[in-house]
């Protein structure tokens, strides 16, 4: 949930906070040591003198003190060094774990490209386990394809069908046996994998255009009448993950991609479970059976009523080919194979009184829901049909105060900002105390060398303390900000609009909240004390100088303004440098994500190759703007150090100048040990403050995500016009072709995205006067794509710890997830983050073993069984419509039966309501698209089953 997950995310955050505010103390007493070194090392020195009886003079006290300010900077940077090499050695260490670790063996498939192989698929006692262990995925497994032929795979859930095909794509450890594929393998993933780009991008997938094969492809795929749709046909851009596509056209698309490779071999892994009956229908004639009539093909299918089309179905059951034979000969000799064809017999034939009866008493807390999106053209606005993906926001020119006064203005750091400077004046004021102290009694006879040095001593531990109380500040300001930056970016981006996210890939949102917010934690504060410091500092040496050598003002005032003149050149050019890598970077993130979530498929097609040259492409475009920023940074340094030597060098001269007696040799000695460490601060202070103002538009780029909330994007309505009611207790079926805005309907009321006409209300309540979290609690969800988090089987199913041990069995055992569960370790089994480690069918299991849990008044299933087989997916139903008896329940099903027993059942095409009745009344009413889209579908499947009959 929201608050949960935003909840995690703090607590998570508040640990960092922990070990960075250690971090940040130990780099606070760093910089107090390096600001008081010369003060400390002198201090001591000079009781060594004293004690050692070494006499005190001005020519050798003051090159003392101003060699000492010359090393301050190179020792300083040594514990700098320790530090980098440290870390640099923990980074190569964890590179060095990660390059040595296990990987994928090229050997485990023996890969042949020729494409006349008479078997191109041949495993002989294969064995193969996802973990390297004997507890083997699949077993025994003896497999020969004919060149040509069709091959279907079924079997209940998680009996390893997905892991056959990712063993033939060589994805999975073998352990013993031996598999042999012969041919260019294309290859259709289960969770269709979609890159950010063009429909046409990922359909050529690096191919060259073929514009007769590409249309063919389209055809073969049911994808022309979508590409109408979309305002700019195949080069419409497609979100993060197809995020802006429905599940049916994301399927259709990785068909077209596997079509359009012209493959020997292809593997299809369940593909039709996320498009509607008439589509799938339509796939299989005219693509697997038309456009691949000639290739060599294994389906993995819950669709009883292809089977009779295939040369041969195999039937699997816990990581074994149990039987593999002919549709005919499967009948007659396997009763597992019987019961899978009878259990869709039933469906097909809708036998009513296996089912729940729904006109019981009506309960008190029953929800109703009104939706009545008014407006005709003008209703719900999704960013489905628009150019999805934008250019990523990048500020031009100066930041301006903004940023600054942002960065400032949390918790009250102008405060600290202010103590800061008056705590680096008292620092100051103490450092020229001591010096002048120094310079005006070192050949004072009344004052002993002991007294000389005592003083001297205390008044520099006296400025330490204000130097402490200064990088205190600095931490403390680092912290307070850095919590309440978080804060505010999280809330953002837990209430951004879905629009949001479909728009902005997830390498942009992950660069933001790591890079930038390292360099706001860890850098700024220190940048920000530190420019402060040095340029008070170096303004402090300048009035110095010019105090006791005034002439010096003619040369010092035109070189500070050249100076500040070459700053804000630089700074022109490093702010651009540093905003393009800022967005350069998230360009690699994304990328990177997106090729780890696809690497099967991408390795399916032999694409690694490109893959790998878009990443270094990537790299290299990063790379190129960090360069060039620190080549700027050394251009403007080399100029800095010449304009403080000359600052130094005309300094000295005036003093030779001078009339003998107008300074005394130790104020003449102070001046120049000040002069000889204004080259050092000049040039701290403006690389301090060009650091800082690089380092500000982090806080920029942070700053642009938290107005997201108000993210608006104009688009094409996705549902016009629909009216409608569902009374409390009611069980609602929502049917329509893919792409149709089923799933539009369901973001509406969950107020993923708005009506820009009309209203949606629950009781008679508009859900936009709600609170979201209200709202929310109140309806359960089984998603098409079920999502789980990384932890264990228990945080997923309770997150919250709201129940016991028993009470997530039992409903484990309703799921038929309880032996599975148990053979693992449990409630404690892994979940690897997207739950990639369990099968889509367990996935969804599991999806719905959290609905049941939370027992809401509101149920809605977005397909929530199209990945199971057909007698899962009736005993899920009855339990569902068992366990939520006295609930509304919302089902999206492209399985006809699944919605026949429903209240009522709602139509929709083209983002238009067609009908909402009584199923029944559907049937009988002639002209119905419900009742044509039924009658199709039984032709098809009383086609597949009259064989048996």
């Given at each position: 949930?929201?608050?949960?997950?935003?909840?995690?995310?703090?607590?998570?955050?508040?640990?960092?906070?922990?070990?960075?505010?250690?971090f940040?103390?130990?780099?606070?007493?760093?910089?107090?040591?390096f600001?008081?070194?010369?003060?400390?090392?002198?201090?001591?020195?000079?009781?060594?003198?004293?004690?050692?009886?070494v006499?005190?003079?001005p020519?050798?006290v003051?090159?003392?003190?101003?060699a000492?300010r010359?090393?301050?900077?190179?020792?300083?940077?040594?514990?700098?060094?320790?530090?980098?090499?440290i870390?640099?050695?923990?980074?190569?260490n964890?590179?060095?774990?990660?390059?040595?670790?296990t990987?994928?063996?090229?050997?485990?498939?023996?890969?042949?490209?020729?494409?006349?192989?008479q078997?191109?698929?041949?495993?002989?006692?294969?064995?193969?386990s996802?973990?390297?262990?004997?507890?083997?995925n699949?077993?025994?497994?003896?497999?020969m394809?004919?060149?040509?032929?069709?091959?279907?795979?079924c079997?209940?859930?998680?009996?390893?069908?997905?892991?056959?095909?990712a063993?033939i794509?060589?994805?999975?450890?073998?352990?013993?046996?031996?598999?042999?594929v012969?041919?260019?393998?294309?290859?259709?993933?289960?969770n269709?994998w979609?890159?950010?780009g063009?429909?046409?991008?990922?359909i050529?997938?690096?191919?060259t255009?073929?514009?007769?094969?590409?249309?063919?492809?389209?055809?073969?795929?049911?994808?022309?009448?979508?590409?109408?749709?979309?305002?700019?046909?195949?080069?419409?851009?497609?979100?993060?993950?197809?995020?802006n596509?429905s599940?049916?056209?994301k399927?259709?698309?990785?068909?077209?991609?596997?079509?359009?490779?012209d493959?020997?071999?292809?593997?299809l892994?369940d593909?039709?479970?996320?498009?509607?009956?008439?589509?799938?229908?339509?796939?299989?004639?005219?693509?697997?059976?038309?456009?691949?009539?000639?290739?060599?093909v294994?389906?993995?299918?819950?669709?009883?009523?292809f089977?009779?089309?295939?040369?041969?179905?195999?039937?699997m059951?816990?990581?074994?080919?149990?039987?593999?034979?002919?549709?005919?000969?499967?009948?007659?000799?396997?009763?597992?194979?019987?019961?899978?064809?009878?259990?869709?017999?039933?469906?097909?034939?809708?036998?009513?009184?296996?089912?729940?009866?729904?006109?019981?008493?009506?309960?008190p807390?029953?929800?109703?829901?009104?939706v009545?999106?008014?407006?005709?053209?003008?209703?719900?606005?999704?960013?489905?049909?628009?150019?999805?993906?934008?250019r990523?926001?990048?500020?031009?020119?100066?930041?301006?105060?903004?940023?600054?006064?942002?960065?400032?203005g949390?918790?009250?750091?102008?405060?600290?900002?202010?103590?800061?400077?008056?705590?680096?004046?008292?620092?100051?004021?103490?450092?020229?105390?001591?010096?002048?102290?120094?310079?005006?009694?070192?050949?004072?006879p009344?004052?002993?060398?002991f007294?000389?040095v005592?003083?001297?001593?205390?008044?520099?531990?006296?400025?330490?303390?204000?130097l402490?109380?200064?990088?205190?500040?600095?931490?403390?300001?680092g912290?307070?900000?850095?919590?309440?930056?978080f804060?505010?970016?999280?809330?953002?981006l837990?209430?951004?609009?879905?629009?949001?996210?479909?728009s902005?890939?997830?390498?942009?949102?992950?660069?933001?909240?790591?890079?930038?917010l390292?360099v706001?934690?860890?850098d700024?504060?220190?940048?920000?004390?530190?420019?402060?410091?040095?340029?008070?500092?170096?303004?402090?040496?300048v009035?110095?100088?010019?105090?006791?050598?005034?002439?010096?003002?003619?040369?010092?005032?035109?070189?500070?303004?050249?100076?500040?003149?070459?700053?804000?050149?630089?700074?022109?050019?490093?702010?651009?440098?540093m905003?393009?890598?800022?967005?350069?970077?998230?360009?690699?993130a994304?990328?990177?994500?997106e090729?780890?979530?696809?690497a099967?498929?991408?390795?399916?097609?032999?694409?690694?190759?490109?893959?790998?040259?878009?990443?270094?492409?990537?790299?290299?475009?990063?790379?190129s703007?960090?360069?060039?920023?620190?080549?700027?940074?050394?251009?403007?340094?080399?100029?800095?150090?010449?304009?403080?030597?000359?600052?130094?060098?005309?300094?000295?001269?005036?003093?030779?100048?001078?009339?003998?007696?107008t300074?005394s040799?130790?104020?003449?000695?102070?001046?120049?040990?000040?002069?000889?460490?204004?080259?050092?601060?000049?040039?701290?202070?403006?690389?301090?403050?060009?650091?800082?103002?690089?380092?500000?538009?982090?806080?920029?780029?942070i700053?642009?995500?938290?107005?997201?909330?108000?993210?608006?994007?104009?688009?094409?309505?996705?549902?016009?016009?629909?009216s409608?009611?569902?009374?409390?207790?009611?069980?609602?079926?929502?049917?329509?072709?893919?792409?149709s805005?089923k799933?539009?309907?369901?973001?509406?009321i969950?107020?993923?995205v708005?009506?820009?006409?009309?209203?949606i209300t629950?009781?008679?309540?508009?859900?936009?006067?709600?609170?979201?979290?209200?709202?929310?609690?109140?309806?359960?969800?089984?998603p098409?794509?079920?999502?789980?988090?990384?932890?264990?089987?228990?945080?997923?199913?309770?997150?919250?710890?709201h129940?016991?041990?028993?009470?997530?069995?039992?409903?484990?055992?309703?799921?038929?997830?309880d032996?599975?569960?148990?053979?693992?370790?449990?409630?404690?089994?892994?979940?690897?983050?997207?739950?990639?480690?369990?099968?889509?069918?367990?996935?969804?299991?599991?999806c719905?073993?959290?609905?049941?849990?939370?027992?809401?008044?509101?149920?809605?299933?977005?397909?929530a069984?199209?990945?199971?087989?057909?007698?899962?997916?009736?005993?899920?139903?009855?339990?569902?419509?068992?366990?939520?008896?006295d609930s509304?329940?919302?089902?999206?099903?492209?399985?006809?039966?699944t919605?026949?027993?429903?209240t009522?059942?709602?139509?929709?095409?083209?983002?238009e309501?067609?009908?909402?009745?009584?199923?029944?009344?559907?049937?009988?009413?002639?002209?119905?698209?419900?009742?044509?889209?039924?009658?199709?579908?039984?032709?098809?499947?009383r086609a597949?089953?009259?064989?048996?009959?």
């Amino acid at each position: 949930s929201f608050m949960h997950g935003r909840t995690i995310s703090r607590v998570l955050r508040e640990l960092e906070l922990k070990w960075l505010s250690a971090f940040q103390l130990g780099k606070a007493y760093t910089s107090v040591l390096f600001w008081a070194s010369p003060a400390l090392v002198s201090a001591t020195t000079f009781l060594a003198c004293y004690f050692l009886g070494v006499p005190l003079d001005p020519s050798n006290v003051f090159t003392f003190v101003a060699a000492l300010r010359l090393v301050q900077d190179p020792i300083n940077h040594i514990p700098n060094v320790i530090g980098s090499v440290i870390q640099a050695r923990a980074a190569f260490n964890r590179l060095n774990e990660f390059l040595g670790a296990t990987e994928l063996q090229k050997d485990q498939v023996s890969m042949e490209y020729s494409a006349h192989s008479q078997y191109p698929i041949a495993i002989k006692s294969g064995c193969f386990s996802w973990d390297s262990s004997e507890n083997y995925n699949l077993r025994n497994i003896n497999l020969m394809v004919k060149s040509g032929t069709k091959v279907a795979i079924c079997g209940e859930v998680g009996s390893g069908k997905s892991s056959l095909l990712a063993a033939i794509l060589g994805e999975v450890p073998r352990t013993d046996g031996v598999i042999q594929v012969s041919g260019k393998i294309a290859y259709v993933s289960q969770n269709a994998w979609i890159q950010t780009g063009s429909v046409k991008d990922n359909i050529l997938f690096g191919s060259t255009m073929d514009k007769p094969r590409y249309e063919e492809t389209l055809k073969f795929c049911s994808l022309v009448h979508d590409l109408e749709i979309l305002p700019f046909g195949d080069l419409t851009q497609i979100g993060e993950r197809g995020a802006n596509l429905s599940g049916g056209q994301k399927q259709r698309i990785q068909l077209a991609r596997a079509l359009y490779h012209d493959a020997d071999i292809y593997l299809l892994d369940d593909p039709f479970s996320s498009v509607d009956a008439h589509t799938a229908t339509s796939l299989f004639n005219e693509y697997v059976m038309g456009a691949l009539s000639e290739k060599t093909v294994l389906l993995v299918t819950h669709q009883v009523e292809f089977l009779h089309a295939f040369d041969s179905v195999l039937l699997m059951s816990q990581g074994q080919i149990m039987h593999a034979a002919s549709y005919q000969e499967l009948l007659l000799s396997s009763r597992e194979f019987q019961n899978l064809v009878n259990a869709h017999k039933d469906i097909v034939n809708f036998p009513n009184d296996n089912m729940v009866d729904y006109n019981g008493d009506k309960s008190p807390f029953k929800r109703e829901i009104a939706v009545v999106l008014d407006g005709g053209k003008e209703s719900i606005k999704n960013a489905e049909f628009d150019q999805l993906i934008r250019r990523e926001e990048r500020e031009i020119g100066g930041t301006g105060l903004k940023p600054y006064l942002m960065y400032l203005g949390q918790n009250k750091g102008y405060i600290y900002a202010i103590l800061v400077a008056i705590a680096n004046i008292a620092f100051t004021s103490g450092q020229l105390a001591q010096n002048s102290w120094l310079a005006a009694n070192i050949q004072n006879p009344g004052v002993s060398t002991f007294n000389l040095v005592q003083v001297y001593t205390a008044i520099g531990i006296g400025s330490i303390m204000f130097l402490l109380f200064r990088a205190l500040l600095a931490v403390d300001l680092g912290l307070q900000t850095s919590r309440s930056l978080f804060s505010q970016l999280l809330t953002a981006l837990f209430r951004a609009p879905m629009s949001f996210f479909h728009s902005t890939p997830i390498g942009r949102i992950l660069s933001r909240v790591s890079s930038d917010l390292n360099v706001i934690d860890l850098d700024v504060p220190f940048t920000l004390s530190f420019s402060i410091s040095a340029t008070l500092n170096a303004y402090i040496n300048v009035g110095v100088l010019c105090f006791f050598t005034w002439p010096i003002l003619f040369i010092a005032a035109p070189i500070i303004v050249m100076a500040v003149r070459l700053q804000r050149y630089y700074l022109a050019s490093s702010k651009e440098l540093m905003r393009i890598n800022g967005t350069t970077k998230s360009l690699v993130a994304n990328h990177l994500a997106e090729s780890i979530s696809g690497a099967v498929t991408v390795r399916a097609f032999k694409q690694e190759g490109r893959f790998f040259a878009r990443f270094l492409e990537l790299i290299d475009n990063n790379a190129s703007p960090s360069f060039h920023c620190f080549a700027a940074t050394e251009w403007l340094t080399q100029r800095l150090e010449i304009m403080a030597t000359a600052i130094l060098s005309s300094s000295a001269f005036i003093i030779t100048l001078l009339p003998q007696g107008t300074l005394s040799p130790g104020v003449a000695g102070m001046v120049l040990s000040y002069g000889l460490s204004l080259n050092m601060l000049f040039l701290f202070s403006i690389q301090n403050q060009c650091s800082l103002a690089n380092q500000i538009i982090s806080v920029e780029r942070i700053s642009q995500y938290m107005d997201i909330v108000k993210y608006t994007q104009d688009a094409s309505p996705v549902l016009k016009g629909v009216s409608c009611t569902f009374q409390g207790g009611d069980k609602i079926g929502i049917v329509g072709r893919t792409g149709s805005g089923k799933t539009t309907l369901i973001n509406a009321i969950f107020r993923l995205v708005k009506p820009s006409g009309g209203k949606i209300t629950i009781d008679g309540q508009d859900i936009t006067t709600m609170g979201l979290h209200d709202l929310r609690s109140r309806i359960g969800l089984i998603p098409q794509d079920p999502i789980l988090f990384n932890g264990s089987i228990r945080y997923n199913l309770d997150p919250h710890g709201h129940f016991s041990d028993k009470q997530i069995w039992e409903f484990l055992g309703k799921c038929q997830l309880d032996e599975v569960i148990n053979e693992k370790q449990g409630l404690d089994s892994l979940v690897v983050e997207g739950g990639s480690n369990w099968s889509m069918g367990q996935r969804q299991l599991l999806c719905l073993g959290r609905a049941l849990l939370r027992r809401s008044r509101i149920l809605i299933l977005d397909e929530a069984t199209a990945s199971m087989d057909n007698a899962t997916d009736a005993v899920i139903q009855k339990t569902v419509r068992t366990e939520f008896k006295d609930s509304t329940i919302i089902t999206i099903a492209h399985r006809i039966p699944t919605v026949m027993d429903c209240t009522r059942v709602l139509v929709v095409n083209d983002g238009e309501m067609v009908e909402y009745e009584e199923p029944q009344k559907l049937m009988q009413t002639e002209g119905s698209f419900f009742k044509e889209l039924n009658e199709y579908r039984l032709k098809i499947s009383r086609a597949g089953l009259q064989i048996s009959s």
